[in-house]
């Protein structure tokens, strides 16, 4: 597991957590306890795992120059064929009259996916593939469902 932390002004203010695994599919019928068991230190796949900046730095802009330096690094290190992540939406509990899935395939009139969370995602060039029913059951607010993206 590599962690990366964000210094701004002597202060951590954000940190990424990933692995290597060995392939996408593996990761698209996981659970979240399940994750740590994927990790391959020779995985070609990069697994995101979470990515976290202060509330109070968010407005900096600072969560796209650091998931950019990430994806920059893992471009360097070799050996890495893609990166790949399992994500929550922000937004789905203002519109659990549709259905999850149709949720994820809303888009604004950018053109962009509606939910902010899939919509940073894709900024940086990450594709929504699948959901990932029951991959975090005490997430009430996504169904317990992941995004694979």
């Known amino acids: 597991m590599v962690i990366v932390f964000l210094e701004v002004e002597g202060r951590i203010v954000g940190v ?12 698209e019928n996981i659970t979240f306890p399940s994750v740590p068991e994927l990790h391959s230190p020779q995985g070609t796949v990069i697994q995101l795992l979470g990515m976290n900046v202060l509330p109070e730095m968010q407005n900096r ?9 990430m994806l920059k690094l893992f471009a360097l290190k070799g050996g ?4 790949a992540g399992i994500t929550r ?7 659990w009259q549709m259905p ?3 949720y994820i395939q809303q888009h604004n009139q950018q053109g962009q996916p509606l939910d902010p969370i899939l919509r940073f995602h894709t900024s940086h060039g990450a594709k929504i593939r699948q959901l990932v029913p029951d991959y975090r059951p005490e997430d009430t607010e996504n169904l317990g469902t992941g995004v694979l993206n």
């Open 16 to 27: 990424i957590y990933s692995q290597r695994i060995t392939s996408v599919a593996a990761l």
């Open 100 to 102: 999850f899935a149709d």
């Open 89 to 95: 939406c922000r937004d789905y509990v203002q519109h």
């Open 61 to 69: 802009g600072l969560g796209n120059q650091f998931l950019d330096f």
């Open 80 to 83: 890495v064929e893609t990166v």
